[in-house]
């Protein structure tokens, strides 16, 4: 999967999250079914977002209902569980331009000679597998009234302004074959879901996505690109990364201006995606001042983890206690004559060891399996993708546990809590589209 659009599930509400992975799982499905096995490879984050548009430009009772959602069967990347995904003129869509995308990329790759495409046999079968995608993508996005020659046609015309690019020229003319193929994808969400007053804003957001999607790309390549000497945008213009970055900022704020002018029946996901994710994609690749990692598991209302010494937070300021305790007070210690609180409803003891892998005393012991009823239980799950993706029992112990991701942080979603910044240019904006639908996160919004 590739993209720069990357939610973490600890950022969206739980029905944006449901929403989100019903779009994913619909457009990993469409591709199946509409080109083949091979071709969900092509699933990508930013394809997605054009089912997103379609279903959000919809009657306002569409995902009400239920209309353009069905159940898919069990898949391993689910923990081989069922679920609702979406379906139907967005997804198609979704997938002939995920598919022609790939198909684009991987020519690119076929072309610089990278990795294992510099292997004559991988980059012939390579290029098969692309003429291939491109004559299924066009028969599909005909289906749906989209001619997708706008998108390979923007990818020849790619080839050629970087062969012809004068030294010094404007980095924005390396992008522009990219930002008309994204303008052209994203007004025509506005034309399946009938609302022709829409195609003007879409196309200009879809535009600038294009020039960030593009701009993002060439800066978090530049290194390896160097080493490889490898043609890459920002060497070749002589744009160095701050300017980069303006460039990237500004296209953010430009997509926020453009989805202001939008109508949409659903705003929340779509708003959380295209002016909030954009940001963090930025952030991502250019970093910013204590941008930190997802702080997975820190609840409202509790003190956030910290890497420093007990009773410290960072830059030597004390960390204040949830109960609002003295932080410099040592813990109270429990005295042997006292009796410590029983009962399900009483409060724990500060003494009292506490957190995953930990027993209570008393607590019947979980159930744990042999050492072949265990390796059989922990094949199954690794083959059905539960231990990396899902929470579940532990295949020995049986205590309940996160997936490894969840556990290990692998997603790099910045700070969960942050403030909606909508909301401090504008506080009716978030009640206006939702974007903190059911979030947690305390901003005023």
Request: proline share 8%.
């Amino acid at each position: 999967m590739f993209g720069i659009i990357r939610p973490c599930r600890h950022r969206l509400s739980e029905r944006l999250q449901a929403s989100w992975m019903a779009h994913l799982c619909g457009l990993c499905l469409a591709l199946r079914d509409e080109h083949g096995q091979l071709a969900r490879t092509a699933t990508n984050y930013d394809g997605l977002i054009i089912s997103v548009l379609v279903e959000a430009q919809a009657a306002a009772g569409h995902t009400a209902t239920g209309a353009g959602r069905r159940t898919a069967g069990p898949c391993p990347l689910r923990g081989m569980r069922t679920a609702s995904v979406a379906r139907g003129e967005g997804a198609r869509l979704a997938a002939a331009v995920s598919l022609a995308l790939a198909s684009v990329k991987i020519r690119d790759h076929v072309e610089d000679q990278d990795g294992v495409f510099a292997r004559r046999p991988v980059a012939a079968g390579a290029r098969a597998v692309t003429r291939r995608w491109d004559r299924k993508s066009s028969g599909s996005a005909s289906v749906v009234g989209f001619d997708t020659s706008v998108l390979l046609d923007a990818a020849a015309r790619q080839g050629e302004l970087e062969r012809e690019l004068p030294t010094g020229g404007s980095v924005l003319l390396v992008t522009e074959p990219t930002e008309t193929a994204t303008a052209a994808a994203f007004a025509h969400t506005a034309v399946l879901a009938g609302r022709p007053g829409n195609e003007a804003p879409l196309a200009e957001a879809g535009r600038l996505f294009g020039r960030l999607a593009h701009l993002l790309d060439a800066a978090e390549d530049q290194e390896a690109d160097a080493a490889a000497g490898a043609w890459n945008p920002l060497a070749a213009t002589g744009t160095d990364r701050a300017e980069a970055e303006r460039l990237c900022r500004d296209a953010v704020h430009g997509i926020r201006l453009a989805l202001r002018d939008v109508e949409l029946a659903d705003r929340a996901l779509v708003h959380i995606l295209l002016a909030h994710e954009t940001e963090r994609a930025v952030e991502r690749v250019f970093g910013r001042p204590g941008h930190a990692a997802c702080r997975v598991g820190h609840e409202p209302g509790t003190a956030p983890a910290t890497d420093q010494p007990h009773g410290h937070a960072p830059h030597g300021h004390p960390q204040l206690d949830p109960t609002g305790s003295n932080p410099y007070q040592s813990p109270p210690r429990h005295d042997p004559g006292q009796a410590p609180p029983q009962g399900p409803g009483a409060p724990v003891p500060p003494w009292v060891p506490q957190g995953p892998g930990f027993t209570p005393p008393g607590a019947p012991p979980p159930n744990r399996r042999n050492l072949l009823a265990g390796c059989a239980a922990w094949a199954l799950m690794g083959c059905t993708c539960q231990l990396l993706c899902c929470e579940h029992n532990h295949p020995f112990s049986g205590e309940r546990r996160e997936g490894f991701c969840a556990r290990n942080e692998c997603c790099d979603c910045g700070d969960c809590c942050d403030s909606c910044q909508c909301c401090g240019e504008n506080a009716q904006c978030c009640n206006d589209c939702g974007c903190c639908d059911g979030c947690d996160c305390g901003c005023d919004c």
